[in-house]
């Protein structure tokens, strides 16, 4: 989105009591997140969407449309993983790096096809559609450093805003959360999300189908595939990949 400066979606958001602030101002972030901490932001993310939804002033200013997006994006990476995995598998000498990958690739590239596949058993359509149908707006960018509420609701940055699933800023917020190690109870978090967004069941599957999609995995191997001739960046991709491996085992 481009700049918000003087145009009609950032006077929506002021007329809705939603204020813009500076980074410095910004939540600081403990090292510990509790399941409380959790729920409070999820709450203040569904608060957000109700304020703003039902923005479609199509000529002041139009946001970018990206219902569909993700899911696009997640099978796009396996299609790429998987013929960079058979690549590999073909080679006669392999890296570090390479090695890692056959050992697990396998086994991660099932479990995002299997993902992809519930979301699709599951109405994914009739989500899109009831998105467009409510005027669904996502912030983008949910976590604690950009968004908080003390006598209203804060935002650092509105440029990632968009027409998007409301399931998809709660998820963004809980993979960050996941990324980062925390150890929460995440299918309570994703049905109290649904609650406090008045969605049914198949949002909560499509939410869980997302979570469990290997995302830092299937990232990290595709930074590598992408930069894979620069052989200084090797140990970078190795450390980033058994990190990643480590923290899905832990959930």
Not at 122 to 143: A, Q
Not at 207 to 214: D, I, N, Q, S
């Amino acid at each position: 989105m481009n700049s918000l400066s003087g145009n009609c979606f950032f006077e929506y958001v002021k007329e809705k009591k939603i204020r813009k602030i500076e980074p410095y101002k910004a939540h600081t972030v403990k090292n510990e997140i509790t399941d409380e901490q959790a729920l409070n932001q999820l709450y203040i993310i569904s608060q957000f969407h109700k304020r703003v939804n039902g923005y479609d002033n199509y000529i002041g200013h139009r946001l970018e449309d990206k219902r569909g997006r993700t899911i696009e994006q997640y099978k796009i990476y396996i299609k790429r993983i998987k013929y960079e995995y058979e690549t590999v598998k073909r080679k006669t000498e392999i890296n570090s790096f390479e090695k890692l990958f056959l050992k697990y690739g396998e086994k991660y590239l099932n479990k995002a096809e299997e993902c992809i596949e519930e979301v699709y058993n599951n109405r994914y359509l009739e989500i899109i559609r009831r998105s467009m149908d409510r005027i669904e707006i996502c912030l983008g960018d949910t976590y604690f450093t950009n968004l908080r509420k003390n006598n209203c609701i804060e935002v650092v940055n509105f440029e990632d805003c968009c027409y998007d699933l409301v399931e998809i800023d709660g998820i963004y917020f809980l993979n960050k959360l996941k990324s980062k190690g925390k150890n929460l109870s995440f299918d309570m978090l994703i049905n109290k999300f649904c609650e406090y967004e008045n969605l049914d069941k198949e949002s909560e599957i499509f939410m869980k189908a997302l979570f469990e999609y290997p995302y830092e995995f299937m990232k990290c191997c595709m930074k590598y595939k992408k930069n894979k001739n620069n052989k200084n960046n090797y140990d970078k991709y190795i450390n980033k990949l058994n990190k990643v491996i480590r923290s899905e085992e832990l959930l």
